[in-house]
């Protein structure tokens, strides 16, 4: 086994501005009020509402709306069914294509009216057929918000994802284009009289205090020393390993309780370190695709091993391969120093989701950052390649 470990995630900010941030004044406003003026820029809206995570802001739509029948795809991240829950929703599923994991329009048709609102989420930043999606909200009257938790940087034919939807809601975290510690995001609305009654709905929500800051600030700080390679098997070894774990979390359970991630508005100090990456952002995202395309082009397709669609307008946070025994075949992929993410494993949709079910059970998401170096691209390639090469074929195909 190799002593290092690839991470499967890294942030963008840097030491010096984790640093600078304690100095951040939280009562200035200085620096949510240009963050929110760079985004504003960006999709070419008035304003926007900063969140406290992209979470947050689908259960602040959800509660500010009042439309119980919320439709969300079969695949989808848990925290959309906990935070449409605790936004006082009810939730019900829509089957996905197992080719982009996107809702499927032809099987909402069945379930959609006039009192239902859509999220559509374009999965790990590969667009859904949001036109279609869009096409048949308006025709029943259904609200439609935009799951940009994951496509920040995407777009559709030259139009932003997220400028589709009557409402979009989009995250900033250590997985994603945008990272803070720990998490942070934004809302964007179709109409500027509906930001201005969301600035208004969100008034309830205050700044986070003291403590928060310390606690994040910390979390910031681990972030920053798992960037290496060396702490970081030691750190997978002490917290994975040795209680027999693939990831942090395992539960398959809820959490309906109102934490960290709702109960507050974005912190100035977070904004701060938002603020350059948001400034910075086809530089971000150029890098991310250049990493996507290596991976896409040298990445062998296999009988065990399928890879993800390629669009050259998406901005994805993931590159997420489908392989046959996954554990298995993460764990060849840990003794030869990669380690790998699990968006998403456990999803907590009824088992008649076929699709969404078979997905959840192949998919594994390869170590895919900004910050990725050259020589680490080509390291997981090769791995990859060779460890695909080396899995003998079962008789069932792993797509059906």
């Known amino acids: 086994m190799k002593i290092s470990l690839l991470p499967r995630s890294r942030v963008n900010y840097s030491w010096t501005h984790l640093f600078k941030s304690l100095f951040i004044r939280t009562e200035s406003g200085k620096y949510t009020s240009r963050l929110k003026r760079e985004i504003a820029r960006y999709f070419g809206q008035k304003d926007v509402i900063l969140t406290s995570s992209g979470r947050s802001g689908l259960q602040i ?55 239902s609102v859509v999220i559509a989420t374009h999965q790990f930043g590969n667009p859904c057929r949001i036109e279609e999606i869009q096409s048949l909200c308006r025709r029943t009257g259904a609200i439609l918000i935009e799951d940009c938790a994951a496509s920040l940087g995407t777009h559709i034919q030259g139009q932003p994802a997220g400028s589709f939807g009557d409402y979009a809601f989009f995250s900033f975290d250590s997985t994603k284009l945008v990272t803070v510690p720990s998490k942070g995001g934004f809302i964007i609305a179709r109409e500027a009289t509906e930001t201005e009654r969301l600035a208004t709905y969100i008034q309830k929500y205050q700044a986070p205090g003291v403590s928060f800051r310390i606690k994040h600030t910390v979390i910031g700080l681990i972030y920053l020393l798992l960037k290496n390679k060396y702490l970081y098997r030691g750190f997978h070894f002490l917290t994975m390993q040795c209680r027999n774990r693939m990831q942090l979390d395992e539960s398959h359970e809820l959490d309906l309780h109102f934490n960290d991630y709702y109960r507050h508005r974005m912190a100035e100090w977070q904004a701060y370190m938002a603020l350059p990456q948001i400034e910075n952002l086809d530089k971000l995202i150029l890098r991310r695709k250049e990493i996507y395309r290596r991976y896409d082009s040298s990445i062998r397709e296999t009988p065990v091993l399928r890879k993800p669609v390629f669009n050259d307008e998406a901005c994805c946070i993931r590159y997420a391969i489908q392989v046959e025994n996954k554990a298995s075949f993460y764990r060849r992929c840990l003794t030869r120093g990669i380690d790998m993410a699990f968006s998403f494993s456990y999803i907590v949709c009824p088992a008649s989701f076929t699709h969404a079910k078979r997905i959840a059970e192949t998919v594994l998401d390869l170590p895919y950052y900004y910050d990725m170096k050259d020589e680490e691209v080509t390291c997981v390639i090769n791995t990859i390649n060779e460890i695909a090469a080396e899995t003998p074929r079962k008789k069932q195909k792993l797509i059906v």
């Open 61 to 115: 739509l959800i509660s500010y709306l009042q439309r119980k029948k919320v439709i969300v795809p079969s695949y989808t991240c848990k925290a959309v069914t906990e935070a449409i829950l605790m936004g006082g929703g009810n939730v019900q599923y829509v089957e996905v294509s197992e080719t982009d994991f996107n809702m499927l329009p032809e099987e909402l048709q069945k379930v959609i009216d006039k009192d």
